[in-house]
């Protein structure tokens, strides 16, 4: 059952659904253009306006208008075009395109006699809810819930309370979810039904617990084809029997057709005739699919904005070189910061008249705060931009400033076990297709984030990273064990554009989210080391050392421009050290075959 509210947020009126977790009711939801989730709500939402409205009303779920007041009442009740007159209760109904006023009736007052919690149900009689009485007792099943009114007796309100029914003060009733479960619970107990008025009631919860509908949705492995589910309860598989072309795949559940516009039209206007839901998950032509990070100009107000207003004359230029460069976003809050700094301690005035000694008298001031040697390297680097790319000032030769010395640190590895613990953490197919892919292509953050669909070459066993860092292509192998599990993935999420989707699917998954993948799996790996997703590519690429591949060839999987930065994971490998002896083993070598270490390690006697 889902509860629907009005409500204010982001600065708009929204309409919220809060329901417990149901993986067939997200995806049926998802199906809405413009469905958000808010964890301030802890709920999705969609906003205050008719064609929002009439889509979730055309998904024919379950649902119950929660409000305190008249006002929100009669509101949500206009947006649904629906006539009711509002009451302070729970008012419930279904999510039905054709719902009549008296369907949407709510529950008419705290002392009705004849309590009708409306749902449009599916019988074939017309009926809007379905009512027994029996033994003194009475039973109302409509809005996904059973009604039930009885004289109080011990016995059976243990039994109500054992199958997690509540008793609602303003109704005078117990209140028991509508589930398969519990109606034979009910009828064990009671006898309340006959056999037609139970297996109507057992139509209706399938029907509403599992909804007939078919997806439409695409898989790297057959490019050519379009992949369909057919779901549900009462599902209709002779339409798709009656293609010629179609082909069943037992394994994955799943029917294929050609990629052909003609036949998936036809296909589709003959489920919906026959009343299926139709999700269709294929990319469209035209579409936006946008990479989930700002455009250059948003980046340029954003950060113009949080400057003052005397150093807009000097900062704003110097966000437009780097927009015209092209530099990341990374590289524009990397740079802006120190840059700004700078522009602070010489002064406004003097910022076109200083030499070399300037500099570097800056930088020593700098170098005595507590701040990192990458700090004191961008610094240079944010100032250097400046006088050779936004004012070409010639004659300062930055060059000559001194750099702090570099550390070298050497890079977190997890052993291969840690890492097989690692990749077993999760039972989410989700999380554990996105830790196998880091792991079986060393790819980085932002490159797995940029995946496609169409980056994964199946029948050659290749990944195709476009863009990477440098804005430069790569390819890496494609995993025999990740394209079995790409295959799972790919029939439960069914991504239609990016591999790894955010929730309104239009946009990719965010950096934070794989984050807290990963530091999660960690966690639960008991894994007391600091691990990152840059922590797995580490692995990747040390491992492969471990196993003899050639540095050269590593290089490349990492998309290195020079070889250099690759050489750091040769401090790592145990495929060489491990074949050094220590000196001391081979002094010792005769000793510790008989087991003597050359000490005497008996306690002396006293």
Known sequence: MIKVSKIEHRGNTQILLQFEYNNEVVKMLKTIEKLQFTKTHKGWYIPYEGKSWKTFLALNLPFEIHTNTSENSEALANINQVNYKPTEITHTGTASPSLKSSDNAGITSENSTDVKLTLALHGDNGERYIHQSKGGREVWYSGGRFVIKISFNDEDVKFLKSIKGWWNQNLKRWIIKGTLDNLLALQSYYDFWDT???????????????????????????????????????????????????????????????NDAAVIERLVEMYRKDGAMILNRLPLLGEDYQKMRPSYGDWKRHWLEKTDMDLRDIVEPYLDALSAKRYSLRTF???????????????????????????RSYMANLGSEKVSDTYLNTAINSIKFYYQQVVFNKDLVIEE??????????????????????????????????????????????????LRVEDLWWDRDQVMIKSGKGKKDRIVPFSGVLKRLMTAYFDEYKPIYWVFEGQDRK??????????????????????????????????????????????????????????????????????????QSPLDRLMSKDLDSGFLGINTKKSES
């Open 401 to 450: 400033i001194k750099r702090p010395k570099k550390a070298k640190p050497l890079p977190v590895i997890l052993s291969t076990s840690e890492i097989d613990r690692i990749l077993r953490s999760t039972e989410n197919l989700k999380h554990a297709t996105l830790l196998y892919t880091l792991y079986s292509s060393g790819i980085r953050l932002n490159e797995i984030l940029s």
């Open 507 to 580: 946009y990719q998954y965010s950096e934070k989210s794989v984050q807290n993948v990963v530091k999660r799996a960690a966690l639960s790996a008991k894994i007391n080391k600091k691990v990152t997703p840059h922590t797995i590519r580490h692995c990747y690429a040390t491992h492969l050392l471990d196993g003899g591949t050639d540095i050269r060839y590593i290089q490349e999987l990492l998309g290195h421009a020079n070889i250099t930065t690759t050489l750091i994971y040769t401090h790592v490998t145990n495929h060489s050290i491990n074949k050094i």
């Open 333 to 359: 809050d990397a740079y802006i910061g120190p840059f700004i700094r700078f522009v602070k301690h010489i002064g406004i005035n003097k910022i076109h008249q200083i030499n070399s000694t300037d500099i």
């Open 196 to 258: 037609k008025s139970y297996n109507k009631i057992e139509d209706i919860i399938l029907t509403v617990s599992k909804p007939y509908a078919i997806t439409l949705y695409k898989v790297p492995e057959e490019r050519n084809s379009v992949m369909v589910q057919v779901i549900g309860h009462n599902a209709n598989l002779d339409i798709i029997k009656h293609l010629s072309e179609r082909e069943y795949h037992k394994e994955n559940k799943r029917w294929s057709i050609p």
